[in-house]
């Protein structure tokens, strides 16, 4: 079967040939392929050479977003059946800490984790993939068209999990009682900055804006691109960054004494990121999701920032990758995006390619561009 990935010791991206897996043991399930995301991890390692092989081989399949259909299972898979679409998880854990026996492979303890299609294990840049029935979700049948953004919603769900969770330490966040961070209705009364308009900025936005966040996205595209268009579809403000220094920013937010609650970064920018730390409102949380690649160094007043950071009560966190308990929540919410903001999931997949176009999909991408789906 045809795969794309990445050669050791080559640049660039590559086809080959690999078998189709076969199922050997009982909790196995066979999945054939329908659509595969491509993302911002895998532009980066095909641009600074990123190659995470396992030993012994020589290639890796890349991609980590898929949606597929199962074509057969082992004799003690229960939760899907031939013919159902499903999407896997990406992490696999390390099988020695805590959080990866139970089902925390994102938090692992050790790093001796491996990831499909980004560290040691191949992807889903194929026609065939193969894995145990705990790393396998079931999708809806309705929701077939739309679960390629499964996984990528799995990132912003555990983000914003994260802020729920920190911040149920401040239960007064506004007068009502029922906005509390643990309540349904948390969202009411709070205000969110966004960095970034790639396709996880957008999907954070979704969520903030499903849960009535007030909401900001700040970006480097002007006003009249197809990013902006969904984000004011979402009844989200954008904030062209180009002209605006991280304080201008924040200004712009919130004018004193309104808080600015949440920072989410998704956007990769190293300076912005951490300049913007230095104008976070009073308890306020920061959560950063983007993986900067290039060494960046800046000079900021450390005594200042971590003097606001303390007088201030405020938390900069870190988030990566998610757990299957984030897929599940990622399929709860796709049709509540999808029917609030009317299609706009679709509106999101700006380029489809097949299998055989891989040049072209990793050629130089403009920022026209949000989400690259490939049809296998
Ligand atoms: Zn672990
Ligand atoms: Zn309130």
Redesign the pocket.
């Known amino acids: 079967m045809l795969a794309i990935g990445m050669l050791r010791g080559k640049a660039g991206v590559h086809t080959f040939e690999l078998p189709k897996p076969e199922i050997k043991q009982p909790d196995e399930v066979l999945v054939r392929v329908k659509e595969a995301g491509v993302d911002g991890t895998d532009f980066n390692m095909v641009k600074h050479t990123l190659q995470d092989i396992a030993e012994g081989r020589n290639e890796i399949v890349m991609g980590h977003e898929m949606v597929g259909a199962v074509e057969a299972v082992g004799s003690e898979v229960k939760s899907v059946a031939p013919g159902d679409m499903v999407v896997f998880t990406v992490r696999r854990g390390c099988g020695i800490c805590q959080p990866c026996l139970h089902n925390q492979s994102d938090m692992c303890m050790t790093g001796l984790y491996t990831e499909r299609g980004i560290h040691k294990q191949d992807g889903f840049f194929t026609e065939f993939v193969l894995d145990q029935e705990q790393y396998v979700v079931k999708v809806p049948g309705d929701l077939a068209n739309l679960a390629v953004f499964t996984e990528p919603l799995s990132i912003a769900e555990k983000g914003i999990e994260q802020i729920r969770v920190i911040q149920s330490r401040l239960p007064w966040a506004?007068?009502?009682p029922d906005?509390t961070y643990a309540s349904p209705d948390w969202g009411?009364?709070k205000t969110a900055l966004v960095l970034g308009a790639g396709p996880l900025g957008i999907l954070a936005t979704a969520l903030l804006r499903l849960a009535e966040v007030h909401t900001y996205v700040a970006d480097i595209v002007p006003e009249d691109s197809h990013k902006v268009h969904l984000v004011k579809h979402m009844g989200a403000d954008y904030i062209d960054a180009r002209s605006k220094t991280p304080k201008e920013i924040v200004k712009f937010c919130c004018s004193a004494p309104a808080n600015l609650d949440i920072v989410f970064e998704a956007s990769g920018a190293a300076a912005t990121a951490v300049e913007l730390i230095s104008y976070m409102s009073r308890s306020s949380i920061y959560v950063m999701t983007g993986i900067p690649r290039e060494e960046l160094v800046i000079q900021v007043d450390a005594a200042q920032l971590v003097r606001q950071i303390v007088r201030n009560n405020q938390v900069v966190v870190g988030s990566v990758n998610s757990n299957r308990s984030h897929f599940e929540m990622a399929l709860k919410d796709i049709p509540a995006i999808n029917s609030r903001f009317g299609g706009m999931l679709e509106e999101m997949i700006t380029q489809r390619f097949k299998l055989k176009d891989y040049e072209r999909i990793f050629a130089a991408t403009d920022q026209k561009h949000i989400k690259t789906v490939i049809e296998v």
Request: proline content about 0%; charged content about 35%; hydrophobic content about 0%.
């Open positions: 506004c007068e009502h906005h009411k009364c």
